[in-house]
């Protein structure tokens, strides 16, 4: 099974108005293979604006949506919203969101269903802390997450899974390769028994955590890594590029 291979660039709360136009012309200036999805998260105020600017070739995500199309739900955004502005993804469940909003699984598998429900493709995000890893834990930690999205959803058409160890997020401290490909390959496994040998060979697993123009070519060679999912290297256009071109 071939899978599209998968580059995010999740900017997080970063940029002005300043920066993301500049952002926009530099990325309208890269050269985005057939071979490979690229999507780009900038924050809430600037997805309007970018889905604008930017050339067609690039898909814009927003970093968060809420469950419900529209109320009195003060600072929220629906994906019945994002679709109305032409954004076709949202990155769910990132570890900053649980960690510092308090999401759960339940809350991340509730919000995916409802993206998805509305048409709006997911990159459904999980990923073990430090002190997981240590205790030995990791696998029971990443497939907890991705079964709170698991119990929620039929159709995993549209959606990505995104493997962010936290500790190597924006640390410089990366995966190696086969600490990455060992996560993949367990997730790809629970997907397997769990739903089906289909949606585990079909779904995509990329990974995120201090990806960067230096080390995402020897990431990329492994077989269950998909793509990626790039923080701080997506906001310096020749780094994201060399990312996007990096599985040969
Ligand atoms: O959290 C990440 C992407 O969602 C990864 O961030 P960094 O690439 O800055 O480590």
Redesign the pocket.
Known sequence: MVRKFFI?G?W?MNGSVAQVKSLVEGLNGVDIPSSTDVVVAPPFIYVDRVRTHLKREIGVAAQNSYVKASGAYTGEISPEQLKDLDIDWV?LG???RREYFTESDDFVGEKTAHALAAGVSVIA?VGEKLEEREAGTTAQVVTRQLKGVADKIKDWTNVVV?Y?PVW????GKVATPDQAEEVHVTLRKWLADNVSKEVADATRIIY????NAGNAADLATKPNIDGF??????LKVPDFSTIIHSRL
């Open positions: 995010g999740n997080k990155i990132h570890s900053e995000c995104a962010e190597a997020i924006g640390t995120g955590g201090s990806v999912l790039v923080g701080g290297a997506s």
